[in-house]
């Protein structure tokens, strides 16, 4: 697998404690040298991300009037499309070619609703993806603790708010020649804790090795690629590797699912005691995941 290793986490579900330990560690390992790791075992159907696929695909071949209509910048809360070019995932670099549809963790109360697209069948469907992954999201938080030698609920009480985003991203196959340097996806680093992404076979996300090296990610039916993200590295001092990845520019047309778990927007991210080595301090001060991420999107999207 290209140092990015395959792991069949269905023994967390597991009641025998040292399976759970097992599968943990073989986590935890991959959180420590690579940042990403692939997953089977995990429970969500594959007909169900299948159809997700099939809505994703319906809805980014909406008219450019319908899909503006839900514009990020006019929902606001993180919440509609992106379209192309509006994104800069690398600040330094071109913007991105692809679009994107998000849609956030909501309790119908104390955060917004989110724009649902007029395709029947599109809202359950995605809804019920969206679900079903935060569960495994859910899952390797416990994967985590138990590696860290934390209690196996240490991060159940900092992600059932979690400020979760499902981004719907469609890579289009360039009409025309691009910017020099333009990517699918500028290099970047994910914001939260994990990310889960569903692909639909074809290539093009690449993951840096610590030595610098452009790895190729498999793309395998039905599994996800995991990878770490700042928040949890931030929390671990370091501990977990944030590893910068990127997708390449599209020869062929390409989509993908990403379900980003952000913990709750009032959990402190702030260095957990065990993760401190003796002698060391920790290397980031304490930051809400609200203040931490509100930076982060205003570097992404060119607001302030």
């Not at 209509?69 to 690398?90: C, F, P, T, W």
């Not at 955060?111 to 992954?133: C, I, K, M, S």
């Not at 400020?163 to 699918?184: E, I, K, M, N």
């Amino acid at each position: 697998m290209h140092d990015i290793p395959l792991i069949d986490i269905a023994p967390l579900a597991s009641d025998d404690a040292a399976d759970r330990r097992a599968i943990a560690a073989q986590i935890g390992r991959a959180c420590r040298e690579v940042g990403f790791f692939v997953i089977t075992g995990h429970g969500v159907p594959v007909p169900l991300t299948d159809a997700t696929f099939a809505e994703s695909a319906r809805l980014f071949a909406q008219p450019a009037e319908v899909k503006r209509k839900m514009a990020i910048d006019q929902l606001g809360s993180n919440r509609g499309y992106v379209g192309l070019g509006v994104e800069a995932l690398d600040e330094k670099t071109a913007a991105d070619h692809k679009e994107a549809f998000n849609l956030i963790w909501t309790d119908g109360a104390t955060r917004p609703d989110n724009a649902w697209p007029e395709l029947p069948g599109f809202r359950d469907t995605v809804q019920r993806y969206f679900d079903e992954v935060l569960a495994v999201g859910a899952r390797l938080h416990q994967a985590f603790a138990l590696d860290l030698d934390l209690p196996e609920d240490y991060f159940a009480d900092k992600i059932d708010r979690p400020l979760a985003t499902l981004r719907l991203l469609h890579y289009p196959v360039p009409a025309q020649a691009v910017p020099a340097g333009r990517l699918g996806a500028g290099t970047h680093t994910d914001y939260g804790n994990v990310t889960l992404l569903a692909t639909d076979g074809v290539a093009g996300l690449q993951v840096q090795r610590r030595d610098g090296v452009w790895l190729d990610a498999p793309a395998l039916h039905g599994a996800f690629i995991c990878n770490i993200g700042d928040c949890l590295m931030r929390w671990t001092n370091d501990l977990y590797v944030s590893t910068p990845h990127r997708v390449l520019k599209p020869a062929a047309e390409r989509y993908s699912i990403a379900l980003f778990v952000d913990p709750n927007p009032d959990a402190l991210v702030s260095a957990i005691p065990s993760c401190v080595r003796a002698g060391e301090s920790p290397r980031y001060a304490p930051i809400t995941t609200h203040d931490y991420l509100q930076q982060r999107f205003a570097a992404t999207y060119g607001t302030s």
